[in-house]
């Protein structure tokens, strides 16, 4: 499966929720409003920012539109050879 690295720019981050609400298993919101990433729901290694996480195709496409769906484009996708999947560049 492919991994991909999901970032969430904690300060442009505004606490919308929209990628909560599309891939909860993939973001949730901290006490401070802000998205973290998850593996799966899980939480390996705690809280964090930004994570490398394993994904089949659908499941990158579903990310992907999560991250499309922040108003302010705080969420961000690479690839494993470290292209930015999302935003478009
Ligand atoms: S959609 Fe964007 S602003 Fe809203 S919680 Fe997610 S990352 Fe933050």
Redesign the pocket.
């Known amino acids: 499966m492919p991994k991909i690295r999901i970032k969430?720019d904690e300060d442009l981050?505004?606490?919308?929720?929209?990628?909560?609400t599309i891939t909860p298993e993939t973001?949730q919101?901290n006490e401070d409003n802000k998205?973290y990433v998850l593996d799966k729901g899980q939480e390996p290694g705690g809280r964090t920012f930004e994570r490398w996480v394993e994904v089949t195709e659908d499941e990158k496409d579903t990310i992907i539109l999560s991250a499309q769906?922040?108003?302010?484009l705080?969420?961000f996708i690479f690839d494993e050879e470290g292209n930015q999947l999302f935003p478009d560049m």
């Not at 981050?13 to 909560?20: E, K, L, N, R, T």
């Not at 769906?69 to 302010?72: G, L, Q």
Request: proline share 6%; aromatic share 6%.
């Open positions: 969430v981050c505004i606490g919308a929720a929209s990628c909560v973001f919101l998205a769906s922040c108003p302010t705080a969420v």
